[in-house]
């Protein structure tokens, strides 16, 4: 088996940025070429944008003038051509694997992957592992989703390519994940942070020393969580782990081109895989200046089914050039990825993303994991009111007194932080539904325009 140091592949990962870019836009500008002498959607797209793959001859043309492609007009063009859509980049001959992902339609968006990109899928998921700190003598507990989402393959791809034992038992049947976790010593779990605080939480509750699990190192995906200071530090000091983020979006496979080292400062962008842009909120034809915040547009540089060519993911993150101690010449983003545009929740005027709800209540002391946000609009008014379990090891003399007091704390910290006023109900431990994926954390009872016009 081959040997691997302090990086996977050193020449990559410690490249001077005037290299790299260089050669990303070497590679984008063939992309650019490939798809529109290619693939019909493209040369559409492109042509209705007056644009043309010859006009980008830097880095900033290539944000300035190619238009951006989105989760809708990919779903819209499998329809029309389906069942991939005329995209796909390769004969259906070449397919190797079929995956997919479903939006709130419930119609799967399909992926169909080359052989050929199937192959280097596993190395740079590989690489990505790598980086959080996955090696050969781990043996890693994935309880991801196994199905058409292709987090979890694309997870145990990763750790075959790395060497080390992989337990792909999937996500739920939370009380057998914990006694073969215990029993054979797993080191690693990947899955997403809901779930494992779930698994957290029902570990304690049948008697289990998590602080003293065998788990040395927890990778999560698939959701924010991981990046934001209270729940890694609930992980941390709940399971006894090292906690590392890993942004994802399926549409980008190799998803693993966001990953976070053993320096615990944000995840590395893997420029040279997936060319990882930030953009103004409202144009996405502007790049957002370094530290601030914005949309995050990804771009394949080596894909060839199904090449995603400023994919439009709308998710929300900022990025930093500054050095990283681990050697590494990627950028980071910081924060990982921490919310999506389209999860913005707009309270009277107020722009509040869940995971700012979620960093305010675990700076809170008495306060639990579990969460929801529940918005309505009785009169004129949005009213919104947060309803959150406490702490399940707090077991309180006096539990009315307990939960006002609480209750009153959460509301001046929400105030604080987001600028809204939220009502605030603090429940019993386990009383709020669980998830084994990803949690759903609003749930919006406020009437849409089309209901409010029509009433």
Not at 8 to 25: C, F, K, M, Y
Not at 202 to 221: E, K, Q
Not at 339 to 363: H, K
Request: aromatic share 8%.
């Amino acid at each position: 088996m081959e040997t691997h140091g302090a990086y996977w592949n050193e020449q990559r990962e410690t490249q001077s940025r005037p290299d790299r870019e260089a050669g990303v836009l070497s590679l984008l500008q063939r992309q650019l070429h490939r798809v529109y002498e290619e693939l019909p959607f493209y040369r559409r797209h492109y042509d209705s944008h007056d644009f043309h793959p010859r006009q980008v001859t830097c880095l900033e043309d290539f944000t300035r003038l190619v238009p951006v492609i989105t989760k809708a007009m990919l779903r819209e063009d499998q329809a029309e051509t389906p069942p991939f859509g005329s995209y796909l980049g390769v004969p259906e001959s070449e397919i190797a694997r079929v995956h997919g992902s479903s939006g709130t339609t419930g119609v799967p968006t399909l992926y169909g992957i080359s052989h050929r990109d199937w192959d280097h899928i596993a190395d740079v998921m590989a690489q990505g592992f790598y980086t959080a700190g996955v090696r050969p003598t781990d043996r890693v507990q994935l309880a991801t989703v196994f199905g058409m989402f292709i987090g979890g393959w694309g997870s145990l791809l990763g750790c075959e390519r790395i060497g080390a034992t992989a337990f792909p038992i999937g996500a739920g049947e939370t009380e057998r994940q914990l006694e073969l976790m215990y029993r054979m010593g797993s080191t690693v779990l990947i899955c997403t942070p809901t779930y494992a605080l779930h698994m957290l939480e029902r570990a304690r509750s049948l008697g289990y020393d998590t602080a003293a699990s065998p788990l040395r190192l927890g990778i999560f995906i698939g959701e924010p969580g991981a990046a934001i200071p209270g729940t890694r530090e609930v992980l941390e000091r709940g399971w006894g782990m090292t906690v590392r983020d890993l942004a994802t979006t399926s549409e980008m496979t190799p998803f693993a081109s966001n990953a976070e080292c053993e320096q615990g400062r944000g995840v590395h962008v893997l420029q040279d895989q997936v060319w990882t842009e930030i953009v103004d909120k409202q144009d996405p034809n502007r790049s957002a200046p370094e530290g601030t915040s914005g949309g995050v547009v990804y771009t394949h540089l080596h894909r060839e089914s199904q090449p995603m060519i400023r994919f439009a993911s709308r998710d929300e993150s900022h990025m930093s050039y500054e050095p990283c101690a681990c050697g590494r010449t990627y950028p980071r983003l910081p924060n990982g990825v921490y919310g999506r545009l389209d999860d913005m929740m707009i309270i009277r005027g107020a722009n509040v993303y869940p995971s700012q709800v979620q960093r305010s209540l675990l700076s809170v002391p008495g306060t639990g994991v579990e969460f929801v946000v529940v918005l309505e609009r009785p009169d004129a008014m949005d009213e919104a009111t947060v309803r959150v379990e406490h702490d399940p090891t707090i077991s309180p003399a006096d539990p009315r007194t307990f939960k006002d007091e609480l209750a009153q704390a959460i509301k001046a910290r929400l105030k604080n932080d987001t600028n809204v006023n939220f009502s605030v109900e603090v429940l019993d431990p386990e009383t709020l539904e669980r998830a084994v994926s990803k949690a759903k954390r609003v749930i919006d009872r406020r009437p849409s325009a089309f209901e409010e016009a029509s009433s």
